[in-house]
């Protein structure tokens, strides 16, 4: 029930003038702010119908850069860290989420295509031919399918921090994504590709704000858990697919404050869709992209529960050459080392961290570029560009990536282990 009253809630709001303005949460703090949801709210409840992730599947390239209207919730999540030729950094986001609000009619109608849903004013959508029961009045407008897009850009130099959201139904061609050619967009917000997907061209742009582009992978994607079956519970009742491109050599240009800069760096994709990824008990999760100059890069994410049986974790280490390993619950230790407390509202957060990777000698420690880096739009959370020190077999290691930790406002005074006191092992 609660994923429905979350899926009607943004339908309110596209229909209500906002459109043109998730796996990744539960109930809402003590004194909610109404225009606030939650990307835990979204993840859980029932599946009403939806398909869901039961087990591995071979991925299917292009099929699966594109929509899945069977499922409940997919996003495509594209972060990176930036340079201009004057060494200045900058970190990104650029994530499109699809919400279906309610399951695609089987048997009113011809089964969807997965490489489209929504791209074209001139098709129906997929989810979108059959009107629900006793309703026999078709609109342009009717969509199944809501797409929301989160924008930000973080000036490191400056400590500044930018955030944009929109949200739409996908009709009439304001929203909508296909596999083949690749795109992905929300009004002139978009990633696109040719065929074949790669290079991907990022563009947005907002209130004197922008980015433009272009990201192509120098590794193998990787799939996440089992050939792509990622489980977000120890029995897998809770599951997603899941896949990343963990380093994406990146070029382009932003625009920030009347000026442009020319910049280059490395970005990091996931691609992740389910109907209905968090168990009832599950509070939120610290999801962490880690990429090092020795060339490995590194996913862990913590799934934060209301017991330790609840709590789960989950990972991949990516060599500079040669296939990735899945790493299991046990196979990391994160601990907290400070906080940092948003001044609106005070939500405290997580803000360094220390993971130790024992099967890869690896001792990182991590911490944001800019403190305040909260997403306070229609969904509030922390996601910003984080800095890597440590070692890694016995060398001296840096990096950047980006972290992502939601939750938080629905569980105040929820602060993590500390550095120094060991989480539960199911926490681990």
């Avoid at 490395?266 to 880690?290: C, I, K, M, Y």
Wanted: net charge neutral; aromatic share 10%; charged share 25%.
């Amino acid at each position: 029930m609660r994923s429905r009253a979350i899926g009607w809630t943004l339908a309110a709001l596209c229909f209500g003038g906002l459109g043109a303005g998730a796996w990744r949460l539960y109930t809402p703090p003590p004194d909610p702010d109404p225009d606030e949801l939650s990307l835990v709210r979204i993840l859980g409840g029932e599946n009403g119908g939806f398909e869901r992730a039961t087990g591995p599947r071979d991925l299917r390239f292009p099929d699966d850069h594109g929509p899945h209207p069977r499922f409940r919730t997919e996003w495509w999540y594209f972060t990176g860290n930036l340079n201009d030729g004057d060494g200045r950094a900058f970190g990104y986001q650029l994530t499109f989420f699809r919400s279906a609000l309610a399951p695609e009619a089987r048997a009113e109608s011809p089964p969807p295509r997965e490489g489209a849903a929504g791209i074209s004013p001139a098709a129906p959508e997929s989810g979108s031919t059959a009107a629900p029961a006793g309703e026999s009045v078709r609109s342009a407008w009717r969509s199944r399918q809501i797409y929301m897009a989160h924008f930000t850009l973080t000036d490191v130099e400056r400590r500044r921090f930018h955030a944009f959201e929109r949200l739409s139904r996908a009709a009439l061609g304001l929203a909508g994504a296909r596999a083949e050619p690749f795109r992905v967009f929300l009004e002139d917000w978009s990633a696109s590709g040719p065929a074949g997907t790669w290079p991907v061209r990022l563009r947005a742009h907002q209130d004197g704000i922008g980015i433009d582009l272009s990201v192509a992978p120098t590794k193998p994607l990787v799939p996440q858990g089992d050939r792509g079956f990622s489980r977000k519970t120890a029995d897998g009742s809770s599951a997603s697919h899941y896949y990343s491109a963990t380093r994406l050599e990146t070029r382009g240009a932003l625009r920030l404050g009347g000026e442009t800069h020319a910049v280059e760096g490395t970005s990091w994709l996931d691609r992740e869709w389910s109907s209905g990824g968090l168990a009832p008990d599950q509070l939120g999760w610290d999801w962490f992209a880690l990429q090092l100059d020795s060339g490995h890069d590194l996913m862990w994410y913590r799934l934060r529960g209301r017991t330790p049986e609840a709590a789960y974790s989950s990972g991949a280490w990516v060599p500079p050459d040669g296939p990735a390993r899945s790493l299991g619950p046990g196979a990391a230790r994160l601990s907290v080392t400070s906080h940092w407390r948003s001044p609106r509202g005070g939500v405290e957060y997580p803000a360094g961290w220390e993971l130790h990777l024992p099967s890869e000698a690896a001792r990182l420690r991590i911490r944001p570029r800019v403190a305040d880096q909260e997403l306070r739009v229609g969904l509030r959370y922390w996601e910003g560009a984080v800095e890597v020190h440590g070692q890694l077999d016995g060398r001296e290691v840096r990096g950047v990536g980006y972290v992502e930790l939601t939750g938080y406002a629905q569980t105040p005074g929820a602060r993590g282990p500390e550095a120094g006191r060991p989480a539960s092992a199911a926490q681990d």
